[in-house]
Structures are given as C-alpha cells and as structure tokens.
C-alpha cells in the first residue's frame, strides 16, 4: 500500500492564547416528533415507561476552543486580502509556460513524505498519480457535528463533485455504496475517537498513516490520505480531513483542496497563482488555473506513472492548447 498525503496548513495569527472559549452549546439532529393517540391496554398491565429523549452531543470545551481559534484565523485571512473565491482575475494572468512548470510541481510532486512519528513537509520528486477507477465520493460527519452544517456542506460537496467531474472527464459521484473517497468532516472529539472506523474503511492501513490522522497539529487545517495497492500509480482508496470546527467558508476551502489533491494534485507549490496549491492562502476555492491542472492530470495523453522527464513535454502541449481554449 502507498500512501499519499496533502494537506493545508495555517498561518500564524500572533493571537496569544485563547482567553474565552464559545459559550453557544451545538446540539445534534432532532429527534422526529409524532403525535400519539391514547393507548387501549387491557386493565391491570403497567403502561410501558415512555422512550427517553436523544441526549444533543455538544463538542467539548476544546472543540469549541478550536472553533473560537479558527474564526479569529479566518477573520484574519480574509482582512488580509485572502481567500479569494473569484477564481483569478486580471491580476493574476499566467502564460502556458507557467501552466506547464505549475503543473510539474504540483502533480508529479510529493507535498509530505511519511515517517515513523507522522507526516513531515518535505516535497519529494514522484510519479504521475491518478485514478484509473469511477471515484465514488462518500461523505461522513462526526456525532457532534450540526445537522444545519451537515445539510450544508452535503450540498456543498455534490455541487462540488459534479464540477470535478465535468473538468477532469474522469467519473465520479456521489454514493454510499461501495465508495472509495470517503469524506470525513469530524470535529475534534470525533476525530480522537475514529480509529477502528478509519481501520475499517482503509482495510490495511498502516500505523503511520493512522497516527498521521489521528494527531494532527491545530495548524494542519485539513488532510487527505490517498492510497495505492501493491506498488501500483493508480488510487483505489482516498480519506479526507475536514474539521468541523472551520467557519463555513475556511471548511469550505478545506473541501476544494483536499479534494482536488486526493484526485493526484498532491503537492502545493509557492510560484502558483492563482491557485489553491499554494500555502499563501490568497484563493479560497478552486481556480480557472487549477481546473486546467485537473484537465492536464486526466488527459489521455498523460499515463498513470509517468515520470517527470516524460509527463513534462507532454505537458507543455496540452498547456499551450488548454491556454487556447479554456476549460470546458
């Protein structure tokens, strides 16, 4: 098994300390409420106790400190200038050649490489890495997760889906059988505890890879995992991080990326622009430029595998006729 992994890290806010946690408590999912008709019972029998209520999950007190932590980074993102969701505008034109060298950073480079103790950033030269299979995307929520936030980034990862499809060409949907993408939003309560799901739904994982997912730093925003079968370039299993505690749009970021790297655009590259790949955190959302790196990593011509000398003249080509073109 061959493991993969991407991910978006923070930026330092210079905050000290959290001071104050959220004082708002989270419930679950309602129970559903049903009228009740008076109960004909023979006389003597002792009515049945009535079924208790569901107790709400509410996120501990350092889920909510996360949650706190995460909204004070954001608003500071985005005072900044950054998490653009324009997609690129005239500020940010790029030439063929730029697409070409953005595309060889980023998808015929590593972005972690595993160690016994975790994940370490050290961008590593790779082979080109795809899928030849039908991704089938599942999506997953912890117990303390929201059901108005489940509803809404449910959503938001079908529009989502649908629109990776439609640029890379490669199948994809949405389904809970058999899938192979499985989309995790967990808040911290719930990632601690996932373990023997994570086991279950990677049937021979590794203890890194495991250790990887379950202590992750408060600076890695989110994390995907994809993985390969003996030896093999192709993906047959991806699992995605998300933390619940993100405000909605850097959740939403969190999905863009961690996606899109879980489909082979594994590493994040500085001279990007504009471009989610790149830890500056300028672009929010998938770009104009970055839907032409998903059409160049599924292009035919492009074969799983591949080494860099030979994916980069490749490369170039379809550069120049995608620059010509556009996304479809």
Request: charged share 20%; glycine share 8%.
């Amino acid at each position: 098994m061959i493991l993969n992994a991407g991910g978006k890290m923070g930026k330092a806010l210079g905050l000290a300390a959290l001071l104050t946690l959220a004082a708002c408590e989270v419930a679950g999912p309602n129970a559903p409420r049903q009228a009740t008709m008076p109960e004909q019972r023979p006389i003597g029998l002792v009515p049945p106790a009535p079924l208790a209520s569901p107790i709400p999950v509410t996120p501990s007190a350092a889920s909510r400190a996360l949650s706190v932590y995460f909204q004070r980074l954001q608003n500071d993102l985005m005072a900044r200038g950054l998490l653009r969701t324009d997609g690129g505008g005239p500020d940010t034109t790029f030439t063929d050649t730029v697409l070409a060298r953005n595309f060889v950073r980023i998808a015929l480079f590593d972005e972690f490489v595993m160690t016994p103790t975790g994940l370490r950033a050290q961008p590593t030269i790779s082979r080109l890495r795809r899928w030849e299979e039908p991704v089938k995307f599942t999506v997953q929520y912890g117990a303390t997760v929201p059901e108005d936030q489940r509803v809404e980034d449910s959503q938001n990862i079908r529009n989502y889906v649908s629109r990776l499809a439609r640029v890379s060409g490669q199948p994809m949907s949405m389904t809970d059988t058999d899938p192979n993408f499985h989309v995790l939003i967990l808040n911290e309560d719930d990632r601690l505890g996932f373990e023997g799901e994570l086991r279950a739904l990677v049937p021979g994982i590794d203890n890194a890879s495991v250790g990887a997912f379950l202590n992750v730093p408060r600076d890695t925003l989110c994390l995907v995992l994809a993985f390969s079968q003996d030896g093999n370039p192709q993906y047959s299993q991806a699992v995605a991080l998300i933390r619940g505690e993100h405000p909605d749009l850097m959740r939403l970021a969190c999905i863009h990326e961690e996606l899109a790297q879980g489909l082979g655009l594994a590493n994040d590259s500085p001279q990007a622009r504009p471009s989610i790949f790149n830890d500056d955190e300028e672009f929010g959302l998938l770009t104009t430029h970055d839907e032409l790196l998903l059409k160049m990593l599924y292009d035919d011509r492009l074969q799983t595998g591949m080494a860099a000398a030979e994916a980069a003249p490749i490369a170039r080509i379809i550069a120049t006729e995608l620059m010509n073109t556009g996304p479809s």
